[in-house]
């Protein structure tokens, strides 16, 4: 079912449940009737995220702990994904960052981000299509990112990887529309969550305006996948940056560019 049909049988899934913008999904999904499916890797927060849930709206909760960086944690919730009840509205929200650029990475940190921020990504979003392309109903909601737009963050491969979200679900949405099914790339800019602290990146100069409030994205981003639409930029702010992104000249870009990269190198030593 997707958000603007009414049924006391909808469900949800949602990966990364249990903070930021899952867990703003979670609760406005519950608060409009929507039974759910949490995903993540803490169980013991995902159990008492479900409890408190289910004891707010009355609605049904499950919880399903697992690392989406792992083949065994997405093998989990593909079984779920194909199980009864039917999910009917996926988000992909499970995503890490790394505090260091390429040439300080290693091999097995690269691996995992591009493992959780897009393989993941892709692997449910076949494991949800092949149901809801069947019953002809259903949506999916990919959270990629405004950096996603450009390469203006030197050395991060975290861009690079929303970069593929947003063309993967662009063009999966174009596929999956005759089906009635929809899919909608949800790319905002900073938000307020625990995203930045667990990647241990130092975000205290970032000014108060550019920060957006993760109830606020969650809103615009269900009224955006009502409109029918495949890339969902929320606030004016951040649909202003985008188009300077896709339209400034790339010689502006790149010093842009280059002046980020003198700062994150002396501010990451």
């Known amino acids: 079912m997707t958000p603007d049909q009414s049924s006391s049988e909808r469900w949800a899934l949602i990966t990364g449940a249990t903070a930021g913008i899952g867990a703003a999904f979670a609760d406005r999904l519950a608060s409009d009737g929507w039974h759910l499916v949490l995903v993540a890797r803490d169980a013991e927060r995902l159990a008492a995220q479900a409890a408190e849930l289910t004891g707010r709206y009355g609605v049904e909760t499950e919880t399903v702990p697992a690392d989406l960086s792992t083949d065994d944690g997405c093998a989990e919730v593909e079984r779920r994904l194909a199980a009864a009840p039917p999910v009917g509205l996926l988000v992909n929200n499970a995503g890490i960052s790394l505090n260091k650029p390429f040439l300080r990475s290693s091999l097995e940190d ?3 981000l591009l493992r959780l921020n897009v393989h993941a990504v892709m692997r449910l979003t076949l494991a949800a299509l092949r149901n809801m392309t069947e019953r002809r109903d259903g949506a999916v909601i990919n959270v990629s990112s405004v950096a996603g737009f450009g390469a203006i963050m030197p050395g991060s491969t975290y861009s690079a990887s929303k970069a593929w979200v947003t063309n993967f679900s662009e063009s999966v949405g174009q596929s999956a529309r005759p089906f009635g099914v929809r899919v909608m790339a949800l790319c905002p800019g900073y938000t307020r969550t625990e995203f930045h602290q667990r990647a241990g990146i130092d975000m205290s100069k970032t000014p108060e305006w550019l920060w957006l409030a993760a109830p606020d994205v969650v809103e615009e981003a269900l009224r955006d ?8 930029v929320p606030s ?15 010689g502006l870009l790149d010093r842009v560019a280059r002046d980020t990269r003198g700062r994150i190198g002396r501010d990451r030593g």
């Open 110 to 112: 690269e691996t995992r």
């Open 225 to 232: 996948l009502r409109k029918g639409k495949l890339v969902s």
């Open 236 to 250: 004016w702010k951040y649909k202003l940056a985008v188009a300077g992104l896709r339209h400034a000249p790339r």
